[in-house]
């Protein structure tokens, strides 16, 4: 799997690099005829060639590593371990006036918390809680079996509920990686529901706290990419449009090794169904991600150490 494939695009720098070495070589030949006639010495005709084109060669291929190294090559493999046979998940709701928006009928908000109470409904045996956020994340329900309780707390969700501004990813994650009970040898899950709309916080220190915890990820986002105009008015008093930015929430979804799901997909539900049972269940096989960049990097860097030292080194036999 390739997670940056626009990378790829630098493997077209190749052909001007390797036109500006084919023209060199060109030049240099010119030169030699010049100093030594119609090549006077065969031996240094075939050693100018020679060098000319393994220099060319690996500091092609240092090129060609690097940019697979830039691509992300990731391969998955299957590691067998123990896993806890159940799970705790944190529902964590973006509650910002963006959500207000109904560009997926009934509504952002409405149909996250209905996503989440049909994740309830099949995985009853589960413990679950709640937190919610703005510019700042507040837990509303700790972990519990008591879904009832749960199921109630979710009904009286609105934006009405916290009064700071803004959409802080960073805060909420937080709040809800710190939720979880301490010392239960469980599965820890955190559902992440926003249109990630307005962003502020910095996501690169939500994945390394995420990591650390060993908490799983899954990230849903709530609005279509056309978006909709809000019941809201901006300073100027004109009309706010609110759209889903996929690309930050696929990121970090990506970057913390977990799932995206898109809530306007009517498979959204069952895909994510897939993943919470699969590693719910008390298998022992776990698909763990390997990323596999050093590999062409190591190999790219021992080809521009050969190139260097081709270029530098005299080769005493003729010169």
């Known amino acids: 799997m390739i997670y940056y494939p626009d990378n790829l695009w630098f493997l077209l720098l190749i052909i001007p690099v390797s036109y500006l070495f084919f023209k060199n070589f060109r030049t240099g030949k010119h030169d030699l005829f010049q100093t030594e006639g119609k090549w006077g010495k065969q031996q ?15 500091f092609i ?5 690097t940019v697979f190294a830039l691509a992300g090559f990731v391969s998955k493999s299957r590691k067998i371990t123990d896993l806890p046979p159940k799970g705790d ?46 510019g700042r994340g507040v837990r509303i329900a700790p972990v519990t079996e008591d879904s009832e309780a749960v199921l109630n707390r979710i009904a009286s ?24 009970p301490a010392g239960d040898d469980r599965r820890r899950f955190i559902l992440l529901f926003t249109d990630g709309g ?34 809201i008015r901006d300073k100027e008093g ?17 970057e913390t090794g977990g799932h995206y799901f898109n ?13 919470l049972r699969s590693e719910i269940s008390p298998s022992r096989v776990e698909v763990v991600r ?7 990097l190591s190999f790219a860097l021992v080809f521009l150490f050969l190139y260097i030292l081709i270029r530098i080194i005299p080769w005493k036999s003729v010169f």
């Open 44 to 58: 240094l005709h075939d050693v100018y060639l020679l060098r000319w084109f393994f220099s060319s060669l690996v």
């Open 198 to 231: 307005a962003l502020s916080g910095k996501l690169n220190e939500t994945v390394k706290l995420l990591k650390e915890k060993e908490i799983d990820t899954i990230v849903i986002g709530a609005g279509t990419i056309e978006g909709k105009e809000l019941p």
């Open 238 to 254: 004109k009309p706010v449009i609110s759209k889903l930015d996929e690309t930050v929430l696929k990121y970090f979804a990506v």
């Open 290 to 296: 390997n990323d596999s960049y050093l590999l062409p």
């Open 263 to 275: 809530l306007a997909d009517p498979s959204a539900f069952s895909g994510v169904m897939k993943v």
């Open 89 to 134: 998940i944190v529902f964590t709701f973006d509650i910002s006036r963006s959500m207000l928006s109904d560009d997926i009928p009934p509504g952002r908000l409405k149909r996250s918390l209905l996503f989440a109470k049909s994740i309830m409904g099949e995985l009853p045996a589960e413990r679950y809680g709640i937190v919610v956020f703005k």
């Open 157 to 180: 969700l609105s934006p009405a509920i916290l009064t700071s501004k803004g959409t802080n990813i960073e805060e909420g994650v937080k709040t809800a990686a710190v939720s979880f």
């Open 61 to 65: 291929l240092f090129m060609l590593l």
